[in-house]
């Protein structure tokens, strides 16, 4: 496959809004009666056969789907009693973008991410950003023919250090995912998971040894609200973090403040408490500023002032490394050395300005900063 430049695809008309690269589109494989599952479907690793359907485990909605039903995630189908993953090899959004983007500020800085994302999603987030591809189907939105082999070609010849499965839920197209990292590791590339969290223990720690970062978005740190909300559960994000932590994926955590949603100052201390009794004083933490999207438009951005108290409130329960994000030029997302206070890495959005590391370690007073930095 010829690899185009941005100038090539913007020539021939084919760069999306936002910046993705549509080109190479397919036809939607459609799964009906007796056809073939299709190209771009494979069978679900994770489902079990009962009297009432089957039921997915891929993660904790578990789906149970009659006979050409579609999971709640929009891209997970029962054909003939198995389940399949019609999200295999068929992105709708390819870009390469600086690794700082997704957010993750201690994982190979400078380096850039092969970025893809597979339609569909297992919340129904009403603030979501990506809502035109998170909130619909792989079979309802046109799709570039990338299967493993073929991405990690694209990757080696886009040098990039990493493929970062993002933008959508990379969980619902989880047979792409487990198989293009297993062949990226081959190859000596990075694997990198944005993820809502909200996986199965099995299914995750299968995929855990072919990942090497992730950032996971904590929405809320209150069960009525991730379901008022999202659409799920706490306690099952929770035990994702645990898990990668555990599993030695690099990890940084979101927390988007949403007005009147989560940004109440007593719940993000209790998220705080919690994280910094659970190991997690070295994670990096981004609270991200929410701009009106999708169902939420009726709602402000997010006050600076509501940010700076949350990043003060993370600070005082003990946590080393935070952040203000979607607030450029301000130095929020500088890295502060936690022993003496000074700036390690300094950054304007997404570009590193200033860099005080030797191999891992603050140059000024020797301490270790934890993250990925080589």
């Not at 198995?82 to 295999?88: E, N, Q, R, V």
């Not at 940004?263 to 659970?278: E, V």
């Amino acid at each position: 496959m010829k690899k185009l430049s941005k100038r090539d695809f913007m020539k021939q008309g084919m760069l999306c809004a936002g910046g993705l690269l549509c080109a190479g589109w397919t036809n939607p494989v459609m799964l009906s009666g007796k056809d073939s599952p299709g190209k771009f479907s494979r069978e679900a690793m994770f489902y079990t056969v009962t009297p009432r359907g089957v039921e997915c485990g891929l993660c904790p909605n578990e789906c149970t789907l009659r006979p050409g039903e579609t999971g709640d995630c929009r891209s997970r189908v029962n054909h003939a009693d198995k389940i399949y993953s019609i999200g295999y090899g068929n992105p709708c959004a390819v870009h390469i973008d600086p690794i700082e983007k997704k957010p993750l500020l201690h994982f190979h800085p400078k380096s850039k991410a092969y970025s893809i994302a597979v339609a569909g999603c297992n919340f129904v987030c009403l603030n979501c950003q990506n809502w035109q591809i998170s909130q619909t189907s792989p079979k309802d939105t046109r799709n570039y023919d990338l299967m493993p082999g073929k991405l990690v070609q694209e990757v080696i010849k886009s040098d990039c250090l990493s493929i970062a499965y993002t933008y959508s839920e990379p969980i619902t197209y989880y047979e792409y995912v487990y198989e293009s990292s297993r062949q990226a590791h081959q190859l000596g590339l990075k694997n990198v998971f944005v993820s809502n969290g909200y996986i199965n223990e099995e299914p995750l720690r299968k995929l855990a040894p072919h990942l090497d970062a992730a950032n996971i978005d904590l929405k809320s740190f209150s069960d009525d609200i991730y379901l008022r909300l999202s659409g799920g559960k706490l306690q099952p994000v929770l035990n994702t973090l645990k898990i990668l932590k555990e599993e030695g994926v690099w990890l940084e955590i979101t927390n988007l403040i949403v007005p009147s949603w989560t940004d109440n100052p007593d719940m993000i201390k209790r998220m705080c408490d919690w994280l910094a009794a659970n190991g997690f004083r070295d994670t990096p933490l981004h609270f991200s500023r929410f701009h009106p999207a999708y169902k939420l438009t009726q709602l402000p951005e997010t006050s600076l002032s509501t940010l700076i108290k949350a990043r003060d409130i993370a600070k005082k329960a003990g946590l080393h490394y935070c952040y203000v994000g979607n607030v450029p030029g301000k130095g929020f997302e500088d890295t502060m050395c936690p022993s003496c206070g000074k700036k390690v890495v300094g950054r304007k959005g997404f570009t590193i300005e200033e860099y005080h590391l030797e191999k891992g370690s603050c140059e000024f007073c020797g301490e270790k900063i934890s993250g990925v930095w080589e």
